[in-house]
């Protein structure tokens, strides 16, 4: 059975002190309703600003289930990149996972597919889980290009690496006109995508590797909506931004399981 994961993506938000207090709230709803992923319960993780990490991820030491992740990486191992994190120094703070390849950071800061695929192997080098980002803006799918759009990101983002690297990473479809909008893509619309991205994948590799990709879903998730995203067969949870911000509503989202 592939993995369920409910993540947040803090974005650029939370001093350190209101990053603690919400790791630590999650923390104890995860300690009430531990997480067993053979239930079909998912696992959390939370996409924290570089300052959080060490301490997040000494908030969640020892509870299973939960995982600290950072937004970003650079893509070269280390020196003179004044202001860069890389891989190396992300995995050393006990983070897990790490976001490549998000809509913001492909728009505000010009990330290429190529820097992309750079970032994604770096990562993995590194031992942390890529949860890869993909999506189509408003333009593109109103001209019904959506398919096409994410179909290349995969190809050059992705779909280079070997069936044992591909097997390690996570996807997240995000259609950029969901994010931070309100509005959400709809359950039918979310269940599509994901199942073209699951068969581009069994194209490109084979049915096993497709079936055991987890694929999140993100834009506008949130506690009243997510129940109904994740009832598809091919949503295996979330990526959520604004709603992660709240512990309840979180929480309420991990339960949606
Ligand atoms: C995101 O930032 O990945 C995201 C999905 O944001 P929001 O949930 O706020 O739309």
Redesign the pocket.
């Known amino acids: 059975m592939r993995k369920k994961i409910v993540a947040g ?1 803090w ?1 650029m938000n939370l001093r350190l002190e209101e990053g603690m207090k919400l790791s630590s709230e999650i923390v104890e709803f995860v300690k009430n309703n531990p997480l067993d992923s053979l239930a079909g319960k998912p696992e959390v993780v939370m996409f924290t600003p570089f300052v959080h990490l060490t301490s997040v991820a000494e908030v969640i030491a020892g509870v299973k289930g939960v995982a600290v992740g950072a937004q970003n990486c650079y893509t070269e191992e280390k020196g003179a990149f004044t202001g860069e994190v890389s891989a190396d120094m992300i995995e050393s703070t006990g983070a897990t996972h790490v976001l490549v390849g ?1 809509s913001e950071r492909r728009s505000y800061f010009g990330e290429t597919d190529e820097v992309l695929a750079k970032k994604t192997e770096v990562a993995l080098k590194n031992r942390l889980t890529p949860v890869f980002c993909c999506g189509e803006v408003l333009d593109e799918r109103n001209a019904g290009k959506h398919f096409d759009v994410v179909k290349e990101q995969l190809h050059k983002g992705l779909f280079w690496l070997s069936e044992d690297e591909f097997s390690k990473i996570v996807i997240a479809y ?1 259609p950029v006109w ?3 909008t309100g509005v959400t893509a709809s359950p039918e619309q979310a269940q599509e995508m994901h199942a073209y991205i699951r068969q581009i994948i069994a194209e490109k590799y084979n049915a096993v590797t497709a079936d055991q990709t987890t694929i999140l879903y ?4 949130n506690a009243k909506n997510a129940a109904e995203l994740f009832a598809n067969n091919d949503v295996d949870g979330g ?5 992660s911000l709240k512990a309840d509503d979180f929480c309420t989202i991990i339960k949606s399981f």
């Not at 993100?218 to 998730?221: D, E, R």
């Not at 990526?239 to 709603?243: K, S, T």
Request: proline content about 0%.
């Open positions: 993506n974005k998000h995000e969901a994010i931070g993100g834009g506008s998730c990526l959520i931004g604004g709603a």
